[in-house]
């Protein structure tokens, strides 16, 4: 009788075979050649009828297409007050999730951060204000701003 491993090990040697089998019946047509062109010029005619895309040579010819137009960089003051504006802009959202949070060790370790830019903070914090659209909203950002008005 056949054991079972053995059985087990055929599997995969059965599973290979039927892959094989598939493969070739999808193909479309004969493995090799099997007519000759008379001459050249209809070898190729041939060629490029079985081509599903152009490529060099064709009678479509092959074109590289044209490289990205890149804006130039943007002048290095202009990108410092970016990052400077980013950066503020971060922390006043940390500041403002500990406002909501109650997190009072966090507070103490941001405002120092925005009260040095105190305008633009005040800015921010008015933005968020006017931005509100929920009571809940509102409470923070009102809380915020307070919070960064004081000169405690």
Do not use: C, H
């Not at 008379?38 to 064709?58: E, L, V, W």
């Not at 950066?87 to 997190?103: I, K, P």
């Not at 507070?107 to 120092?112: D, E, G, V």
Request: aromatic content about 4%; cysteine-free.
């Amino acid at each position: 009788m056949i054991k079972k491993q053995n059985l087990l090990m055929a599997i995969p040697a059965v599973a290979v075979v039927a892959l094989v089998i598939a493969s070739f019946a999808r193909r479309p047509g004969p493995i090799g050649p099997t007519e000759e062109a008379s001459s050249p010029a209809q070898a190729k005619a041939k060629a490029q009828a079985r081509r599903p895309y152009p490529t060099p040579g064709t009678t479509r010819e092959w074109k590289r297409p044209p490289k990205p137009v890149r804006p130039n960089p943007a002048p290095a003051g202009q990108v410092n007050r970016a990052m400077k504006e980013a950066r503020l802009r971060s922390t006043f959202n940390n500041y403002r999730t500990a406002v909501a949070t109650g997190n009072s060790a966090i507070q103490k370790a941001l405002r120092p951060i925005l009260i040095s830019n105190r305008e633009a903070s005040i800015r921010m914090a008015q933005e968020s204000l006017a931005k509100a659209s929920r009571p809940n909203d509102r409470d923070i950002a009102n809380r915020t701003l307070t919070s960064l008005r004081d000169n405690r």
